[in-house]
């Protein structure tokens, strides 16, 4: 059998329809990030820790310029329920997925509680998240 040529037809529809994906399988990806983060049978390294709650209100997804969210422990009595506060971390999370450019390549997950230095080494909460990512380049800042 002889194979002197191959014709190949439709690619650049195929590759039109590959990039249409591209926002859906970001979000996707995002959304599986968010459910690590915050599952409640999530325990050890990644698992958001709750004291006071306020790292896990402080978090917040993005892709544009703004504020991001925080919350101020003082004050705060320590060891609330980790399941309501990891709630709110995702509720919180899952709205800014609503506001997000899915068509840029890059997004930024961050924390600005005042400790969220102390508690990244402690929980390895953002170092958790390369795993998620698989080839992607994650920068923990």
């Known amino acids: 059998m002889r194979a002197g040529s191959v014709k190949i037809v439709g690619l650049k529809e195929e590759i039109e329809r ?16 968010i459910t690590a983060l915050t599952s409640n049978t ?11 709650g306020s790292y896990a209100k402080s978090f917040s997804v993005s892709n544009m310029a ?7 422990p003082e004050g705060k009595p320590k060891g609330q329920d980790q399941t309501i506060f990891r709630g709110i971390a995702e509720a919180n999370m899952r709205n800014d997925l609503e506001k997000i450019d899915f ?11 005042k400790y969220a230095d102390d508690v990244e080494s402690k929980h390895l909460v953002f170092a958790s998240i390369r795993d998620l990512m698989g080839n992607a380049e994650v920068e923990i800042s």
């Open 66 to 72: 703004g504020r991001p969210r925080y919350s101020n």
């Open 103 to 113: 068509n840029k390549d890059f997004f930024t997950i961050r924390n600005s509680a």
């Open 42 to 52: 999530s325990e050890g390294a990644g698992a958001i820790p709750v004291s006071t």
């Open 18 to 33: 590959l990039q249409g994906l591209h926002p859906r399988v970001t979000r996707d990806v995002l959304e599986q990030t």
